[in-house]
Nanobody
């Protein structure tokens, strides 16, 4: 069973930056498949915010476009989410997600694997 482990969450003031990381257990290679990030704020639906496919194509939710950047490191087999110009409305639990498909989108709901999440809190 593939396990995804997120790290890098924390508290930051509005306008600040954070970088989330996601590591996968043996048996999953990020560069071979599409993976991404979701988030869920209290009382709100889970939202897909960024995906990176096996051909290096990306998709972003409008709410984060221009501020967040998804990337991966093939040497360390890790997925990242660089979050800049953070806003209080970015406060949420952030989840790493992964598929066995070459393409995926922020509007997709079926992902093979989910991490346990990391909390991001942005204060005004």
């Amino acid at each position: 069973q593939v396990q995804l482990v997120e790290s890098g969450g924390g508290s930051v003031q509005a306008g600040g930056s954070l970088r989330l990381s996601c590591a996968a257990s043996a048996g999953y290679i990020f560069s071979r498949y599409c993976a991404g990030w979701f988030r869920q704020a209290p009382g709100r639906e889970r939202e897909g915010i960024a995906t990176l496919n096996s051909y290096d194509g990306t998709t972003y939710a409008d709410s984060v476009k221009g501020r967040f950047t998804i990337s991966r490191d093939t040497t360390n087999n890790a997925l990242y989410l660089q979050m800049d110009f953070l806003k209080p409305e970015d406060t949420a639990e952030y989840y790493c997600v992964a598929t066995r498909r070459s393409h995926c989108y922020t509007t997709d709901r079926e992902f093979n694997y989910w991490g346990q999440g990391t909390q991001v809190t942005v204060s005004s």
